[in-house]
């Protein structure tokens, strides 16, 4: 009930709590290196102790936004492709967002834990699914890249049970976790070797030292 009563404090999906929004390049997965706009939403319930936008889980410290002065923001920028992410997307409806960012002709791309219910029309979901909440049944389905964190070694079987679930497209990405991607990279590296329909992801945005 609470969190029925809270979205619609956001008149349905007409406005979002947007935590930040910027013109920048993807640093992860399948389109690493490509320029897209970033719409980070306020509020998160998975709460990762390793997250890197902890600021962005309380939605209440971010003021509504209009779903058409988001899409104005993207067009003035000139990207066409925008990055839905979080936060927890999906603690949203995202129908009206992706309406007015699809009559832009902007490409959409979603990145979810997939802990909640779909909402919204998307070109390309990123499901990284978390053990604390795992994805609900209907991400699996929807998802085109799965992308594992991992920071020790159970975290292999975690992402082989989540890769058994995803469809036979589904890109497969192993990605150390920051704080100690150093340590996690050498067995990340040979298990991709071992089972080839994984890739790498790094963080490369990191490294180029942009949001």
Same mark, same amino acid.
């Given at each position: ?9 956001? $008149? ?8 930040? &929004? ?14 897209? !706009?970033? +719409? =980070?939403?306020?509020?998160? &319930? ?5 997250? &890197?936008?902890? !600021?962005? %889980? ?9 779903? $058409?002065?988001?899409?104005?923001? +993207?067009?003035?920028?000139?990207? /066409? ?6 936060g927890e997307p999906l603690l949203r409806p995202l129908g009206p967002l992706t309406e007015v960012l699809t009559a832009e002709g902007l490409r959409i791309h ?10 919204? /029309? ?8 978390? /053990? =604390? =909440?795992?994805?609900? &049944?209907?991400?699996?389905? =929807? ?14 079987? %975690?992402? $082989?049970?989540?890769?058994? /679930? +995803? ?10 976790? %920051? ?18 329909? %994984? ?13």
């Amino acid at each position: 009930m609470a969190a029925a009563a809270d979205n619609a404090s956001f $008149e349905g999906g007409r406005m979002l709590p947007v935590a930040e &929004d910027f013109y920048t390049v993807q640093g992860e997965g399948r389109y690493a290196g490509t320029p897209a !706009y970033f +719409v =980070r939403l306020g509020g998160c &319930d998975v709460g990762c102790g390793w997250c &890197d936008a902890k !600021y962005a %889980w309380n939605p209440s410290l971010f003021p509504p936004v209009g779903v $058409e002065e988001i899409a104005a923001r +993207v067009v003035a920028s000139g990207a /066409r492709t925008v990055v839905v992410t979080g936060g927890e997307p999906l603690l949203r409806p995202l129908g009206p967002l992706t309406e007015v960012l699809t009559a832009e002709g902007l490409r959409i791309h979603l990145e979810t834990s997939g802990s909640h219910p779909f909402s919204g /029309r998307f070109d390309w979901v990123c499901l990284s699914p978390k /053990r =604390r =909440r795992p994805p609900l &049944d209907e991400a699996f389905a =929807r998802a085109h890249e799965l992308k594992v964190v991992v920071g020790c070694e159970e975290d292999f079987e %975690w992402a $082989e049970q989540n890769a058994a /679930r +995803v469809g036979g497209e589904c890109l497969l990405y192993l990605q150390p976790e %920051w704080s100690v991607a150093e340590q996690a990279m050498p067995a990340i590296v040979e298990y991709v070797k071992a089972h080839p329909r %994984w890739n790498v992801s790094v963080q490369t945005h990191k490294y180029m030292q942009i949001p």
